[in-house]
């Protein structure tokens, strides 16, 4: 088992940067790829991007490519999503989730454990 839990959402003006951490505890956090999903109401839960389990190798979806950087440290157990130059249509909850494997794609299934979500608020 792997909790997950998010922190750091909060309400922001377009233009400004957040930064998301998720704080992993239980099983060895550097056994899992982790990656950071988003969701708006009405709307399936989308990829945002995810880190391989050392860090070497990122994915983004492409409307946050160049604006947000996923990253992790494995003595801290905790994933991080810097996001920059936000947008109102960067308005969602986040989600952070685990991978014991990983294959590199975007579908929500590869991901065993979800955390309980994080607000983001982005007004224009």
């Known amino acids: 088992q792997v909790q997950l839990v998010e922190s750091g959402g909060g309400l922001v003006q377009a233009g400004d940067s957040l930064r998301l951490s998720c704080a992993a505890s239980g099983r060895t956090f550097s056994s899992y790829a982790m990656a950071w999903f988003r969701q708006v109401p009405g709307k399936e839960r989308a990829f945002v991007a995810a880190?391989?389990?050392?860090?070497?190798?990122?994915y983004y979806v492409d409307s946050v490519q160049g604006r947000f950087t996923i990253s992790r440290d494995n003595a801290k157990n905790t994933v991080y999503l810097q996001m920059n130059s936000l947008k109102p249509q960067d308005t969602a909850v986040y989600y952070c989730?685990?991978?014991?494997?990983?294959?590199?794609?975007?579908?929500?299934?590869?991901?065993?454990?979800w955390g309980q979500g994080t607000q983001v608020t982005v007004s224009s």
């Open positions: 880190i391989s389990r050392r860090g070497g190798t990122t």
């Open positions: 989730a685990a991978a014991g494997t990983y294959y590199g794609t975007r579908s929500q299934s590869e991901f065993e454990y």
